[in-house]
T-cell receptor, first 119, second 112 residues
Framework: GAVVSQHPSWVICKSGTSVKIECRSLDFQATTMFWYRQFPKQSLMLMAT?????????EQGVEKDKFLINHASLTLSTLTVTSAHPEDSSFYIC???????????????FGPGTRLTVL | DQQVKQNSPSLSVQEGRISILNCDYT??????FLWYKKYPAEGPTFLISISSIKDKNEDGRFTVFLNKSAKHLSLHIVPSQPGDSAVYFC????WGGGKLIFGQGTELSVKP
């Protein structure tokens, strides 16, 4: 149980184009999903919290107009990198907060990640 | 401000021995802690967690210890296996708050 998928697993795009990444919880409903970014040899940095049916909450320093998040259903959240530039090249990972028993409600299950390369 | 710190970027252990990965935190509001294992170009895999009402949680070869007074937690892997070689991240949250704050990771290498 608690499987999260991401699509695509890797994408190469030209500078100035937009890229959409999908995150799906396959065997559970996730009212909350999270989007992270990881640079090589660094920690996972939370970009935003995505709540089903409401606007995403962005972390300080993350441009909400550049990283559009849509959480249209209990099993799908999308991240769109708009007008991508080479500095947006990174490894993007989503996670879903799984419903659990007492004490485990904050466990997040992660997708496999998406490698974005902007030329 | 690094609220969750893993001060050892790497650790090398012989197969069959114990691996001990350490994590320190500064925010006394954290009350739920998790360990994740991560391979390159993959998402983290949940290993084990502990809430602040406990000081130990065990799951097979993995045991997490929490010392609240020292704001320190550790992950013990016994016995270590070559397949355990990966980057291990500790993470912390305020229970019910949702957001996880990650440490920088420790790269574990288990040598045959």
């Amino acid at each position: 149980g608690a499987v999260v998928s991401q699509h695509p697993s890797w994408v190469i795009c030209k500078s100035g184009t937009s890229v959409k990444i999908e995150c799906r919880s396959l065997d559970f409903q996730a009212t909350t999903m999270f989007w992270y970014r990881q640079f090589p040899k660094q920690s996972l940095m939370l970009m935003a919290t995505s709540n089903e049916g409401s606007k995403a909450t962005y972390e300080q320093g993350v441009e909400k107009d550049k990283f559009l998040i849509n959480h249209a259903s209990l099993t799908l959240s999308t991240l769109t990198v708009t007008s991508a530039h080479p500095e947006d090249s990174s490894f993007y990972i989503c996670s879903a907060r799984a419903p659990g028993t007492s004490g485990s409600s904050d466990t997040q299950y992660f997708g496999p990640g998406t490698r974005l390369t902007v030329l | 401000d690094q609220q969750v710190k893993q001060n050892s970027p790497s650790l090398s252990v012989q197969e069959g021995r114990i691996s001990i990965l350490n994590c320190d935190y500064t925010n006394s509001m954290f009350d739920y802690f998790l360990w994740y294992k991560k391979y390159p170009a993959e998402g983290p895999t949940f290993l084990i967690s502990i809430s602040s009402i406990k000081d130990k949680n065990e799951d097979g070869r993995f045991t997490v210890f929490l010392n609240k007074s020292a704001k320190h937690l550790s992950l013990h892997i016994v016995p270590s296996q070559p397949g355990d070689s990966a980057v291990y991240f500790c993470a912390a949250s305020v229970w019910g708050g949702g957001k996880l704050i990650f440490g920088q990771g420790t790269e574990l290498s288990v040598k045959p």
